[in-house]
């Protein structure tokens, strides 16, 4: 058998990650079981529409792909959306509708998506009724929109969120090391996302597992990576001296 390339010949890329339109890959809890118990019933929204509105990272855009495919719903993005959208089967999922650079549009989507009994979807870090409208009949018809809130993670979301992102990237990291993380990163999905990408870019670049040492080395300096009481800090990373982790087919 041919001998092997040496290690410095070998690129490693990254895989690309695919954005899940699964309801059964979203993750559920007290933050967000209002919102999902909506999505589960369209058909009763009064006048057929509904706002999800929380901070980034709570998993809107995921609710949202995941209603559109089930449904069959178009999606769209606030603020690329120029221009009334031709009619839709079934309705409409829009994204940072809060974000959307024409009011007109959106008064003319708000409106169409009624006369024609289509749903609609709006998705935003804010409920509709405090938005910056200054088009009245606009402002009026957001006031009159059931909007249901997605609230910060709890504990026992948080462990899951954060053992899905590693295994989304087919990462194997340690409990006992998931947990650590956890005491010392912010309580938001977006964090723990940003996290898990950078634990993964440097286990690529060290060709190594992620553990304690890389960890720190990875996010040292990143302001969302703080430290817990009894740190001390003594681990030390060295990717020469860390064993190879396994090819990911």
Same mark, same amino acid.
């Given at each position: ?9 070998? /690129? ?11 309801? @059964? ?5 007290? =933050? ?8 589960? *019933?369209?058909?009763? %929204?009064?006048?057929? #529409? ?14 949202? *792909?995941? /209603?559109?495919?089930?449904?069959? %719903? #178009? *999606?769209? +993005? ?16 829009? +994204?940072?509708? +809060? ?14 998506? &009624? ?9 935003? #870090? ?21 909007? &249901? ?30 947990? %650590? ?23 690529? &670049?060290? #060709? ?7 960890? *720190?080395?990875?996010?040292?300096? %990143?302001?969302? /990576?703080?430290?817990?009481?009894? +740190? ?9 001296? =860390?064993?190879?982790?396994? @090819?990911?087919?």
């Amino acid at each position: 058998m041919p001998p092997l390339p040496p290690a410095s010949r070998q /690129f490693i890329l990254p895989l690309p990650l695919v954005a899940s339109c699964d309801r @059964a890959d979203i993750l559920e809890d007290a =933050s967000n079981a209002e919102a999902l118990a909506w999505l589960d *019933r369209p058909e009763a %929204w009064p006048g057929g #529409r509904l706002a999800l509105f929380g901070p980034e990272g709570v998993g809107k855009s995921h609710m949202g *792909r995941a /209603f559109a495919a089930a449904r069959g %719903w #178009r *999606r769209l +993005d606030g603020p690329a959306l120029r221009g009334l959208p031709p009619p839709a089967a079934g309705g409409t999922v829009l +994204d940072d509708a +809060d974000a959307v650079a024409e009011p007109t549009t959106l008064l003319h989507l708000v409106n169409l998506c &009624a006369e024609r009994g289509e749903g609609l979807l709006l998705l935003a #870090r804010d409920a509709p009724a405090r938005w910056p409208v200054a088009l009245p009949d606009l402002a009026s018809r957001l006031r009159a929109t059931t909007a &249901a809130a997605i609230g910060p993670p709890g504990d026992a979301l948080l462990v899951a969120l954060l053992a899905k992102l590693f295994a989304d990237r087919q990462l194997r990291v340690a409990l006992d090391l998931q947990a %650590w993380l956890l005491a010392r990163l912010p309580r938001e999905a977006a964090a723990l996302a940003e996290a898990v990408a950078r634990l993964d870019r440097a286990a690529l &670049a060290a #060709r190594a597992p992620v553990t304690r040492a890389l960890a *720190r080395a990875a996010l040292a300096g %990143w302001e969302g /990576f703080g430290e817990a009481p009894g +740190d001390d800090g003594s681990e030390t990373f060295s990717a020469a001296a =860390s064993p190879p982790a396994p @090819a990911l087919l």
